[in-house]
C-alpha cells in the first residue's frame, strides 16, 4: 500500500478482489482483470486471502470434473 491506513489498504483491496471475482463469474473478464490488478497494486495479501476463500468454497476437481473422472479410468495399474 502507498500510504494511510494499512487496514484501510487491505480492506480496499479486499473489496476490489471481491468485485473482480464477481465481474468474472458474470463473464466480464476485462474488468474482472482490472478489479484484480487494482486490487493486487493496493494489497497482495488480501487478495490472496480472498482467493483463498473462494478457492475453499469450491471442490477441488469442480472446474474439469469429467475429465479427471475419465483419466481415472485410463490410468494403468502400478507394478
Do not use: F
Not at 21 to 43: F, N, T, V
Not at 50 to 76: F, I
Request: charged share 35%; net charge negative.
Amino acid at each position: 500500500m502507498r500510504d494511510g491506513n494499512p487496514k484501510d489498504g487491505a480492506d480496499r483491496a479486499t473489496s476490489l478482489a471481491e468485485q473482480g471475482l464477481h465481474e468474472q463469474a458474470q463473464g466480464h473478464d476485462a474488468e474482472a482483470d482490472r478489479l484484480l490488478s487494482e486490487a493486487l497494486s493496493i494489497d497482495s495479501e488480501a487478495v490472496d486471502q480472498v482467493l483463498r476463500k473462494h478457492d475453499a468454497g469450491r471442490a477441488p476437481d469442480a472446474r474439469d470434473q469429467a475429465t479427471s473422472n475419465r483419466d481415472v479410468e485410463r490410468t494403468p495399474p502400478r507394478s
